[in-house]
């Protein structure tokens, strides 16, 4: 039999449950369909640090950060470059979303529980003028808890409305086909997939066991993006970024493979910006797996030397934290794929995280004991001394002849020079004798401890790379990490989708990944961070409203 409901929303990850509560919360039938199981409700996000892009909060406030609208604005702009007929709706939930970011969102958020840490982090500082990338000030909040810490309060929502009969999940049913009639969505229709009970983030079973069809007045598609396809990333790959890498690790399971995708475009829907990603260029191999080619990406602090696989230290602003994109650019345009940090002991204790829940065990354990650790160990973090300790991509050793050797073997190559390397050290070694400097980076450094955040926990104590009391040295193979495309679905603010002739298909709505965000790719060409989550939560809540509301 073909079950009916008020609306179907297409995937179980932040925006889909965002959106699912909404339109639970305004007395409407939603049922949630995702080709996983119960185990990995909550998608992406529950992998997530749990970063939040805020404008002008208590947490920027207490900490002396003058933040305002206007110079988030100022900053979304610069970084996005919108240049395309196509970005009318992505700069429009762009304005929109920097207006929620420095208005609701929040107190929305803090009244569902929600809790921040205190120190808000300075992501993608950017280095170019004042109207170019990056983040004029630290916006980057963690949610204490981290990525679990916000799936919960939406998690909670739809498991109270799965009890009062409003929400249905069917986990396991992976959608083929949009049913259309005379332009309008009216349902969907797929394959049942065998129960798996494999742990969150593994690959799970694709053996059919049954079909489905369920019809609604409205249809959310938020299935995510494709940064587990790798075929599908090197298909979408733009020139400007130049060829597309010969060996990248995924930071995000293999159940992230851009299907849904499409289907939606076949059914008539109008992607756009297919071509706007955002990878990471800081990956490293994890040393204890959970998916296919699994990596973790380094969250760096701004004192690491950074050099391409040449042995060519990157140029200026190109430093840790400054400009992912144009790291990658610059990285690919060497003709390799990968790149090298070479930094000492004391850099790693102060300035190294790593990206993921899993990685950070304090912040998603909600122990202020343990997070207090993080400034008075004697070593790392616990998981960033595991991956120096297991990790294939990292090297430890007490001189810097006996580094380039190692890197030289790790890469299978001698393209690194032990003169060339230590020559580069030394000369900026020598720029630590005064606090006023010409290297761009060590200026950087020194901005950075200006902010009293980085100053605590993020940016070590300015020191000589070669100076044996901060050793040993260490070395860390950094690889391309898949992680998000930035482009998607077209949509107005109430995230209906457009089709391919420009007007709106009927009951069809998209919002997280799938709509970019928002409107079909609301970051543009960059990305200024903590503004995945975020975009999920504001595409999915706009798109949840707008379907209960049209399911009359």
């Not at 994109?325 to 995280?353: C, N, P, R, V």
Request: aromatic residues 8%; contains cysteine; hydrophobic residues 40%.
């Amino acid at each position: 039999m073909t079950e009916v409901t008020d609306v179907i929303v297409v995937g179980g990850g932040l925006a889909g449950l965002v959106a699912a509560t909404e339109i639970a919360d305004a007395g409407k039938r939603v049922i949630v369909v995702d080709q996983e199981g119960e185990q990995s409700l909550g998608g992406q996000a529950f992998w997530s640090f749990g970063g939040l892009f805020l404008v002008d909060s208590p947490e920027q406030r207490r900490l002396g950060i003058k933040d305002s609208y206007d110079l988030a604005l100022q900053d979304w702009m610069g970084t996005a470059g919108f240049d395309r007929d196509d970005d009318h709706w992505p700069k429009r939930w762009a304005e929109a979303y920097v207006a929620f970011a420095a208005g609701e969102k929040r107190d929305w958020l803090r009244a569902m529980g929600h809790r921040i840490f205190p120190v808000v982090g300075w992501a993608e500082r950017g280095g170019y003028d004042a109207m170019g990338h990056g983040n004029s000030v630290p916006r980057f909040h963690v949610t204490w808890g981290t990525g679990p810490g916000i799936v919960e309060p939406f998690e909670r929502r739809a498991r109270e409305a799965q009890k009062n009969g409003r929400l249905t999940f069917r986990f396991r049913h992976r959608v083929d086909t949009l049913m259309m009639t005379n332009g309008a969505v009216q349902g969907i229709s797929g394959s049942v997939l065998e129960p798996e009970s494999v742990e969150r983030g593994k690959s799970s079973s694709r053996k059919v066991i049954g079909d489905f069809t369920l019809r609604a007045q409205a249809v959310i598609v938020a299935s995510g993006g494709i940064g587990g396809n790798h075929d599908m990333v090197r298909q979408n790959w733009p020139k400007r970024l130049g060829e597309p890498p010969k060996f990248m690790i995924s930071g995000v399971p293999e159940h992230v493979d851009g299907r849904m995708i499409g289907i939606t475009e076949a059914a008539g829907a109008r992607l756009i910006n297919r071509d706007r990603m955002w990878h990471y260029v800081e990956g490293i191999r994890n040393w204890n797996p959970i998916w296919p080619r699994h990596g973790i990406r380094i969250l760096p602090g701004p004192s690491s030397m950074w050099f391409d696989a040449t042995g060519k230290r990157l140029p200026a602003p190109l430093f840790p934290g400054s400009d992912t994109l144009g790291q990658l650019h610059y990285i690919m345009s060497t003709g390799y794929d990968y790149s090298w940090f070479i930094l000492t002991q004391s850099i790693i204790k102060k300035e190294f995280a790593l990206s993921g829940s899993e990685q950070n065990p304090d912040l998603t354990g909600k122990s202020w004991r343990m997070t207090i650790k993080r400034a008075t160990n004697k070593g790392a973090p616990a998981p960033v001394e595991a991956f120096k300790k297991n990790g294939a991509d990292f090297i430890v050793r007490d001189n810097l002849a006996d580094l380039v050797s190692a890197m030289n073997a790790l890469a299978g190559s001698d393209l690194l020079k032990h003169d060339h390397i230590k020559a580069q050290i030394e000369a900026r070694d020598r720029e630590m004798s005064n606090p006023y400097v010409k290297d761009a980076q060590v200026m950087n450094l020194h901005n950075a401890r200006r902010y009293i955040g980085d100053k605590l926990i993020r940016t070590a104590r300015p020191h000589k790379i070669l100076d044996p009391a901060h050793g040993p040295l260490i070395a860390v193979k950094l690889n391309i990490l898949t992680r998000k495309t930035l482009g998607g679905f077209e949509t107005d603010l109430d995230s209906r989708v457009f089709g391919t002739g420009g007007e709106i298909i009927r009951g069809l709505y998209a919002a997280g990944e799938a709509a970019g965000f928002g409107g079909g790719g609301m970051h543009g060409y960059r990305s200024l961070e903590g503004t995945f989550l975020g975009g999920c939560l504001f595409s999915g809540r706009n798109a949840g409203r707008a379907a209960a509301k049209a399911a009359g």
